[in-house]
């Protein structure tokens, strides 16, 4: 399984981004679809998932109401929407699979390669 993450990029302030996350290769319907981010000096930190089989979802309390994961399932690709965007969301951003829900990075085993969401103020 591969996963390609792009749709990063420079915005100013309550301005709006769209990333995508590419994958190739089986994806089983009881997998985990998230993004993750990581901002410089810090830890990566769950985002949001989405569960393949059903489309339920799953978000952080920092961007609960401004973000939203979403899947198409016939192009095998997963979305991430971030509206009202702040400068404290400014991290590389990175998608990953994992065989079910978990708000840690380790039990994810599939990493695509991060893209980079610079919000200015």
């Known amino acids: 399984v591969q996963l390609q993450a792009s749709g990063g990029g420079l915005v100013p302030a309550g301005g709006s981004l769209r990333l995508s996350c590419a994958a190739s290769?089986?994806?089983?319907?009881?997998?985990?679809l998230a993004w993750f981010r990581q901002a410089p000096g810090k830890e990566r930190e769950f985002v949001a998932a989405?569960?393949?089989?059903?489309?339920?979802?799953y978000y952080a309390d920092s961007v609960m109401g401004r973000f939203t994961i979403s899947s198409d399932k016939a192009a095998k690709t997963v979305f991430l929407q971030m509206n009202s965007l702040k400068p404290e969301d400014t991290a590389v951003y990175y998608c990953?699979?994992?065989?079910?829900?978990?708000?840690?990075?380790?039990?994810?085993?599939?990493w695509g390669q991060g893209t980079l969401v610079t919000v200015s103020s």
């Open positions: 990953a699979r994992g065989a079910g829900l978990a708000y840690g990075p380790a039990q994810y085993k599939y």
């Open positions: 989405i569960r393949w089989s059903n489309g339920y979802t």
């Open positions: 290769g089986s994806i089983f319907s009881s997998s985990v």
